[in-house]
Protein backbone atom coordinates (compact mmCIF):
# COMPACT_ATOMS: atom_id res chain seq x y z
CA UNK A 1 0.00 0.00 0.00
CA UNK A 2 1.15 3.79 -0.84
CA UNK A 3 1.18 6.19 1.71
CA UNK A 4 -1.95 8.41 1.92
CA UNK A 5 -4.27 10.31 3.90
CA UNK A 6 -6.64 8.24 5.78
CA UNK A 7 -10.34 8.56 4.57
CA UNK A 8 -13.06 9.88 6.14
CA UNK A 9 -15.68 7.14 7.25
CA UNK A 10 -19.03 6.84 8.45
CA UNK A 11 -21.57 3.80 9.30
CA UNK A 12 -24.53 3.28 8.94
CA UNK A 13 -26.68 0.81 10.38
CA UNK A 14 -25.82 -0.19 14.21
CA UNK A 15 -26.69 -3.96 14.31
CA UNK A 16 -24.98 -7.21 14.39
CA UNK A 17 -23.01 -7.40 11.74
CA UNK A 18 -21.61 -3.91 12.52
CA UNK A 19 -19.46 -5.26 15.33
CA UNK A 20 -17.51 -7.32 12.95
CA UNK A 21 -17.09 -4.22 10.60
CA UNK A 22 -15.91 -2.00 13.45
CA UNK A 23 -13.66 -4.07 14.98
CA UNK A 24 -11.92 -4.16 11.37
CA UNK A 25 -11.96 -1.37 10.31
CA UNK A 26 -10.75 1.17 13.52
CA UNK A 27 -7.34 -1.01 13.00
CA UNK A 28 -6.80 0.09 9.40
CA UNK A 29 -4.77 2.56 8.64
CA UNK A 30 -6.16 4.12 5.55
CA UNK A 31 -9.38 5.00 7.03
CA UNK A 32 -10.60 7.27 10.05
CA UNK A 33 -13.63 6.05 11.31
CA UNK A 34 -15.78 8.85 12.58
CA UNK A 35 -19.38 8.38 13.50
CA UNK A 36 -21.97 6.23 13.61
CA UNK A 37 -25.32 6.31 13.06
CA UNK A 38 -29.26 4.17 13.63
CA UNK A 39 -32.55 4.66 13.59
CA UNK A 40 -32.02 3.70 17.48
CA UNK A 41 -29.48 6.17 17.98
CA UNK A 42 -28.70 4.59 21.85
CA UNK A 43 -27.66 1.41 19.65
CA UNK A 44 -25.31 3.85 17.68
CA UNK A 45 -23.84 5.57 20.89
CA UNK A 46 -23.53 1.84 22.31
CA UNK A 47 -21.58 0.50 19.43
CA UNK A 48 -19.47 3.87 19.43
CA UNK A 49 -18.37 3.60 23.01
CA UNK A 50 -17.71 0.24 22.48
CA UNK A 51 -15.23 0.88 19.53
CA UNK A 52 -13.67 4.21 20.59
CA UNK A 53 -15.55 6.16 17.36
CA UNK A 54 -15.82 9.84 18.61
CA UNK A 55 -19.34 10.44 16.97
CA UNK A 56 -22.71 8.51 17.34
CA UNK A 57 -26.42 10.11 16.30
CA UNK A 58 -29.08 9.90 13.57
CA UNK A 59 -28.35 9.77 9.61
CA UNK A 60 -28.89 13.62 9.02
CA UNK A 61 -26.21 14.41 11.24
CA UNK A 62 -23.82 11.70 9.77
CA UNK A 63 -23.95 12.63 6.36
CA UNK A 64 -23.79 16.50 7.31
CA UNK A 65 -20.21 16.03 8.21
CA UNK A 66 -17.73 16.98 5.76
CA UNK A 67 -14.79 14.63 6.67
CA UNK A 68 -16.67 11.10 6.33
CA UNK A 69 -15.91 10.44 2.72
CA UNK A 70 -17.73 6.75 2.64
CA UNK A 71 -20.39 5.74 3.95
CA UNK A 72 -20.73 2.36 4.93
CA UNK A 73 -24.23 1.26 4.21
CA UNK A 74 -25.36 -1.97 6.97
CA UNK A 75 -29.04 -1.27 6.53
CA UNK A 76 -31.32 -4.14 6.29
CA UNK A 77 -31.75 -4.65 2.30
CA UNK A 78 -34.61 -3.75 1.52
CA UNK A 79 -33.30 0.23 2.02
CA UNK A 80 -30.46 -0.46 1.29
CA UNK A 81 -31.03 1.81 -2.40
CA UNK A 82 -32.71 4.29 -0.14
CA UNK A 83 -29.45 4.91 2.42
CA UNK A 84 -27.61 5.07 -0.62
CA UNK A 85 -29.05 7.54 -2.37
CA UNK A 86 -29.47 9.73 0.30
CA UNK A 87 -25.31 9.46 0.54
CA UNK A 88 -24.68 9.84 -2.59
CA UNK A 89 -27.20 13.80 -2.59
CA UNK A 90 -24.55 13.93 0.61
CA UNK A 91 -21.59 13.58 -1.32
CA UNK A 92 -20.25 10.70 -0.17
CA UNK A 93 -18.86 7.75 -1.80
CA UNK A 94 -20.82 4.63 -0.83
CA UNK A 95 -19.86 0.87 0.46
CA UNK A 96 -23.08 -1.39 0.47
CA UNK A 97 -23.80 -4.45 2.42
CA UNK A 98 -25.20 -7.50 -0.17
CA UNK A 99 -27.45 -7.24 -1.97
CA UNK A 100 -26.60 -4.01 -3.83
CA UNK A 101 -30.47 -3.58 -4.31
CA UNK A 102 -33.54 -5.78 -3.89
CA UNK A 103 -34.30 -5.07 -8.25
CA UNK A 104 -32.83 -4.13 -11.25
CA UNK A 105 -34.06 -0.88 -11.33
CA UNK A 106 -33.56 0.53 -8.04
CA UNK A 107 -29.98 -0.86 -8.07
CA UNK A 108 -29.03 0.86 -11.57
CA UNK A 109 -30.88 4.03 -10.28
CA UNK A 110 -27.89 3.85 -7.60
CA UNK A 111 -24.74 3.46 -9.82
CA UNK A 112 -26.28 5.82 -12.59
CA UNK A 113 -26.76 8.37 -9.74
CA UNK A 114 -23.44 8.04 -8.72
CA UNK A 115 -21.81 8.08 -11.70
CA UNK A 116 -23.32 11.59 -12.72
CA UNK A 117 -22.54 12.91 -9.25
CA UNK A 118 -18.25 11.54 -9.93
CA UNK A 119 -18.78 9.41 -7.07
CA UNK A 120 -18.29 5.62 -6.57
CA UNK A 121 -20.44 2.93 -4.94
CA UNK A 122 -18.94 0.01 -4.09
CA UNK A 123 -20.00 -3.53 -2.26
CA UNK A 124 -19.98 -6.49 -0.10
CA UNK A 125 -19.39 -9.07 -0.50
CA UNK A 126 -15.29 -8.82 0.05
CA UNK A 127 -14.66 -11.73 1.18
CA UNK A 128 -12.90 -12.43 -2.12
CA UNK A 129 -10.67 -9.89 -1.82
CA UNK A 130 -9.31 -12.63 1.12
CA UNK A 131 -6.40 -15.35 0.79
CA UNK A 132 -8.69 -18.21 -0.34
CA UNK A 133 -10.56 -16.89 -3.23
CA UNK A 134 -7.34 -14.84 -4.51
CA UNK A 135 -4.99 -17.95 -4.14
CA UNK A 136 -7.16 -19.67 -6.44
CA UNK A 137 -7.55 -17.11 -8.65
CA UNK A 138 -3.70 -17.50 -9.13
CA UNK A 139 -3.51 -20.92 -9.20
CA UNK A 140 -5.89 -20.91 -11.94
CA UNK A 141 -4.37 -18.04 -14.15
CA UNK A 142 -0.80 -19.97 -13.75
CA UNK A 143 -2.65 -22.48 -15.48
CA UNK A 144 -2.70 -25.55 -12.44
CA UNK A 145 -6.07 -26.81 -13.69
CA UNK A 146 -5.08 -26.18 -16.93
CA UNK A 147 -8.15 -24.89 -18.97
CA UNK A 148 -11.20 -24.33 -16.87
CA UNK A 149 -14.16 -26.12 -17.66
CA UNK A 150 -16.53 -26.13 -14.92
CA UNK A 151 -17.65 -25.57 -11.31
CA UNK A 152 -19.95 -27.13 -8.82
CA UNK A 153 -21.03 -25.09 -5.55
CA UNK A 154 -22.99 -25.83 -2.64
CA UNK A 155 -24.81 -24.53 0.25
CA UNK A 156 -27.04 -26.65 2.36
CA UNK A 157 -28.04 -25.88 5.74
CA UNK A 158 -31.63 -25.94 7.43
CA UNK A 159 -31.76 -22.53 8.03
CA UNK A 160 -30.53 -19.62 10.08
CA UNK A 161 -34.17 -19.41 12.87
CA UNK A 162 -32.33 -21.98 15.07
CA UNK A 163 -29.78 -19.48 16.42
CA UNK A 164 -30.57 -15.99 14.96
CA UNK A 165 -32.75 -14.28 17.50
CA UNK A 166 -34.25 -11.53 14.92
CA UNK A 167 -34.10 -14.02 11.42
CA UNK A 168 -37.37 -12.91 9.53
CA UNK A 169 -36.04 -10.76 7.18
CA UNK A 170 -33.74 -13.43 6.12
CA UNK A 171 -37.24 -15.29 4.60
CA UNK A 172 -38.23 -12.21 2.74
CA UNK A 173 -37.55 -10.26 -0.35
CA UNK A 174 -33.89 -9.44 -0.67
CA UNK A 175 -32.79 -12.41 1.57
CA UNK A 176 -33.18 -15.98 1.41
CA UNK A 177 -30.72 -18.77 0.41
CA UNK A 178 -29.84 -16.86 -2.62
CA UNK A 179 -29.88 -13.42 -2.06
CA UNK A 180 -28.68 -13.58 1.69
CA UNK A 181 -25.89 -16.24 0.84
CA UNK A 182 -25.66 -16.10 -2.98
CA UNK A 183 -24.18 -13.50 -3.20
CA UNK A 184 -20.56 -15.24 -1.50
CA UNK A 185 -20.50 -17.91 -4.43
CA UNK A 186 -21.56 -16.05 -7.40
CA UNK A 187 -19.26 -13.45 -6.67
CA UNK A 188 -16.16 -16.11 -6.46
CA UNK A 189 -17.30 -17.45 -9.40
CA UNK A 190 -16.91 -13.96 -11.24
CA UNK A 191 -13.49 -14.13 -9.94
CA UNK A 192 -12.96 -17.15 -10.65
CA UNK A 193 -14.62 -17.86 -14.23
CA UNK A 194 -15.47 -14.41 -15.47
CA UNK A 195 -19.52 -12.83 -16.50
CA UNK A 196 -22.35 -14.77 -16.47
CA UNK A 197 -24.23 -15.35 -19.55
CA UNK A 198 -27.11 -17.61 -18.63
CA UNK A 199 -29.18 -19.26 -16.05
CA UNK A 200 -31.75 -22.08 -15.54
CA UNK A 201 -33.20 -22.63 -11.98
CA UNK A 202 -35.43 -24.77 -10.02
CA UNK A 203 -36.95 -23.72 -6.86
CA UNK A 204 -38.56 -24.88 -3.84
CA UNK A 205 -39.91 -23.57 -0.06
CA UNK A 206 -40.28 -26.73 2.39
CA UNK A 207 -41.96 -24.61 4.86
CA UNK A 208 -44.59 -22.10 4.41
CA UNK A 209 -43.95 -20.99 8.00
CA UNK A 210 -40.79 -21.50 10.52
CA UNK A 211 -40.17 -21.13 14.24
CA UNK A 212 -37.29 -18.82 15.73
CA UNK A 213 -35.53 -21.39 17.93
CA UNK A 214 -33.49 -19.14 20.03
CA UNK A 215 -33.39 -15.45 22.10
CA UNK A 216 -36.35 -13.74 23.40
CA UNK A 217 -38.56 -14.83 20.47
CA UNK A 218 -38.16 -18.10 20.82
CA UNK A 219 -41.30 -20.19 19.59
CA UNK A 220 -42.76 -17.52 17.53
CA UNK A 221 -43.44 -18.15 13.93
CA UNK A 222 -43.57 -15.65 10.89
CA UNK A 223 -43.90 -16.84 7.14
CA UNK A 224 -41.92 -17.50 4.72
CA UNK A 225 -41.82 -15.22 1.42
CA UNK A 226 -39.13 -16.73 -0.88
CA UNK A 227 -37.53 -19.86 -2.55
CA UNK A 228 -35.56 -21.85 0.45
CA UNK A 229 -34.24 -23.85 -2.09
CA UNK A 230 -32.28 -23.07 -5.62
CA UNK A 231 -31.13 -25.30 -8.02
CA UNK A 232 -29.37 -23.45 -10.78
CA UNK A 233 -27.19 -24.29 -13.84
CA UNK A 234 -25.37 -21.23 -15.17
CA UNK A 235 -23.05 -20.08 -18.39
CA UNK A 236 -20.66 -18.14 -18.25
CA UNK A 237 -19.70 -15.81 -21.68
CA UNK A 238 -15.87 -17.98 -21.47
CA UNK A 239 -18.40 -21.18 -22.00
CA UNK A 240 -17.65 -22.69 -18.85
CA UNK A 241 -20.62 -23.67 -16.71
CA UNK A 242 -21.30 -24.13 -13.24
CA UNK A 243 -24.27 -26.32 -10.96
CA UNK A 244 -24.95 -24.97 -7.74
CA UNK A 245 -27.59 -25.15 -5.08
CA UNK A 246 -28.65 -22.76 -2.25
CA UNK A 247 -30.94 -24.33 0.59
CA UNK A 248 -32.13 -23.62 4.12
CA UNK A 249 -33.64 -27.18 3.53
CA UNK A 250 -30.96 -29.35 4.49
CA UNK A 251 -30.63 -31.18 7.57
CA UNK A 252 -27.29 -31.96 6.11
CA UNK A 253 -24.81 -28.26 6.36
CA UNK A 254 -22.32 -28.67 4.18
CA UNK A 255 -20.61 -26.27 1.93
CA UNK A 256 -18.41 -26.94 -1.27
CA UNK A 257 -16.83 -25.17 -4.00
CA UNK A 258 -14.67 -26.50 -6.71
CA UNK A 259 -13.63 -25.62 -9.92
CA UNK A 260 -12.48 -28.39 -12.65
CA UNK A 261 -10.24 -28.17 -15.61
CA UNK A 262 -8.90 -30.16 -18.56
CA UNK A 263 -6.40 -30.91 -16.03
CA UNK A 264 -6.91 -31.13 -12.50
CA UNK A 265 -9.81 -29.62 -9.70
CA UNK A 266 -9.25 -27.24 -7.08
CA UNK A 267 -11.19 -27.18 -4.43
CA UNK A 268 -11.72 -23.42 -2.86
CA UNK A 269 -12.10 -22.90 0.80
CA UNK A 270 -15.29 -21.45 2.59
CA UNK A 271 -16.51 -18.41 0.21
CA UNK A 272 -18.36 -17.19 3.13
CA UNK A 273 -14.84 -16.76 4.53
CA UNK A 274 -11.60 -15.04 3.84
CA UNK A 275 -8.39 -17.77 4.22
CA UNK A 276 -8.32 -21.53 4.41
CA UNK A 277 -6.06 -23.75 2.50
CA UNK A 278 -6.87 -25.46 -0.89
CA UNK A 279 -6.77 -28.75 -2.45
CA UNK A 280 -5.20 -29.37 -6.03
CA UNK A 281 -6.34 -32.77 -7.48
CA UNK A 282 -4.22 -33.56 -10.33
CA UNK A 283 -2.81 -37.16 -10.75
CA UNK A 284 -4.09 -39.95 -8.72
CA UNK A 285 -6.50 -39.88 -5.43
CA UNK A 286 -4.59 -38.07 -3.12
CA UNK A 287 -4.95 -34.32 -3.29
CA UNK A 288 -1.65 -31.50 -2.91
CA UNK A 289 -2.85 -29.04 0.08
CA UNK A 290 -1.92 -25.45 -0.74
CA UNK A 291 -1.65 -22.91 1.91
CA UNK A 292 -3.69 -19.64 1.21
CA UNK A 293 -1.49 -16.41 0.88
CA UNK A 294 -3.38 -13.05 0.79
CA UNK A 295 -5.19 -10.99 3.32
CA UNK A 296 -6.82 -12.74 6.42
CA UNK A 297 -8.23 -9.60 7.77
CA UNK A 298 -11.94 -10.23 7.44
CA UNK A 299 -15.67 -7.79 6.48
CA UNK A 300 -14.53 -4.16 5.74
CA UNK A 301 -11.35 -4.97 3.57
CA UNK A 302 -13.22 -3.99 1.03
CA UNK A 303 -13.93 -0.64 2.47
CA UNK A 304 -10.22 0.31 2.89
CA UNK A 305 -9.37 -1.37 -0.37
CA UNK A 306 -11.98 1.12 -1.71
CA UNK A 307 -10.75 3.95 0.33
CA UNK A 308 -7.02 3.08 -1.01
CA UNK A 309 -8.35 2.90 -4.64
CA UNK A 310 -9.83 6.26 -4.09
CA UNK A 311 -6.61 7.81 -3.08
CA UNK A 312 -4.84 6.23 -5.88
CA UNK A 313 -6.77 7.13 -8.37
CA UNK A 314 -7.99 3.89 -9.75
CA UNK A 315 -10.75 1.21 -9.94
CA UNK A 316 -11.65 -0.45 -6.53
CA UNK A 317 -11.93 -4.23 -7.00
CA UNK A 318 -15.57 -4.68 -5.42
CA UNK A 319 -17.11 -2.20 -7.52
CA UNK A 320 -20.77 -1.39 -7.73
CA UNK A 321 -20.72 -2.69 -11.29
CA UNK A 322 -19.78 -6.10 -10.04
CA UNK A 323 -22.49 -6.21 -7.31
CA UNK A 324 -25.24 -5.14 -10.17
CA UNK A 325 -23.87 -8.22 -12.37
CA UNK A 326 -24.49 -10.55 -9.03
CA UNK A 327 -27.99 -9.40 -8.66
CA UNK A 328 -28.34 -9.30 -12.09
CA UNK A 329 -27.93 -13.30 -11.97
CA UNK A 330 -29.89 -13.80 -8.85
CA UNK A 331 -32.75 -11.81 -10.10
CA UNK A 332 -32.28 -13.93 -13.14
CA UNK A 333 -31.95 -17.07 -11.23
CA UNK A 334 -35.56 -16.47 -9.55
CA UNK A 335 -37.24 -15.40 -12.82
CA UNK A 336 -35.70 -18.76 -14.84
CA UNK A 337 -37.01 -21.04 -11.80
CA UNK A 338 -40.59 -18.89 -11.90
CA UNK A 339 -40.67 -19.70 -15.53
CA UNK A 340 -38.85 -22.80 -16.18
CA UNK A 341 -36.92 -21.70 -19.03
CA UNK A 342 -33.24 -20.32 -19.56
CA UNK A 343 -32.67 -16.59 -18.85
CA UNK A 344 -29.86 -14.68 -19.95
CA UNK A 345 -27.95 -12.33 -17.87
CA UNK A 346 -27.22 -9.02 -19.48
CA UNK A 347 -25.13 -7.17 -17.55
CA UNK A 348 -21.52 -7.93 -18.15
CA UNK A 349 -18.97 -6.13 -15.80
CA UNK A 350 -15.19 -5.90 -16.26
CA UNK A 351 -13.41 -8.15 -13.70
CA UNK A 352 -10.79 -5.99 -11.71
CA UNK A 353 -7.23 -8.00 -11.45
CA UNK A 354 -6.28 -9.88 -8.83
CA UNK A 355 -4.28 -8.69 -5.63
CA UNK A 356 -0.83 -9.19 -4.70
CA UNK A 357 -0.67 -12.06 -2.41
CA UNK A 358 1.46 -9.29 -0.06
CA UNK A 359 -1.50 -6.72 0.10
CA UNK A 360 -3.12 -6.10 3.33
CA UNK A 361 -5.54 -3.49 4.54
CA UNK A 362 -3.81 -3.34 7.46
CA UNK A 363 -0.18 -2.16 5.91
CA UNK A 364 -1.23 1.27 4.92
CA UNK A 365 0.88 3.84 5.75
CA UNK A 366 -1.01 6.74 6.17
CA UNK A 367 0.75 10.55 6.18
CA UNK A 368 -0.29 13.64 8.04
CA UNK A 369 -3.47 15.29 6.82
Known amino acids: MSAHRPVGVGLVGAGVISAEYLGNLTRFPGVDVRFVADLDESRAAAQAAAFGIPGSGSVERLLAD ?4 IVVNLTLPKVHVEVGLQALAAGKHVWSEKPLGLDRASARLLLDTAAAAGLRVAAAPDTFLGAGVQTARRLIESGAIGVPQSALTLLQSPGPESWHPNPDFLFQDGAGPLFD ?4 YLTAL ?6 FAS ?3 AL ?4 ANRTIGSGPRAGESFP ?5 YVGAGYRFVNGTSAQSVFSFDSKLQRTRFEIA ?3 GTLVVPDVNGFDGDLLLYTDGDEPRTIAAEGSTTTRGTGVAELAEALR ?3 PERATGELAYHVLDAMASTIEAGEAERSVVIESRPEVQPALSPEWSALAAEPVAS
Do not use: F
Open 261 to 263: GSE
Open 224 to 228: VTVPT
Open 190 to 195: VQLLGP
Open 66 to 69: DDIE
Open 204 to 207: GTAH
Open 312 to 314: EGR
Open 181 to 184: VGPY
Open 199 to 201: VDA
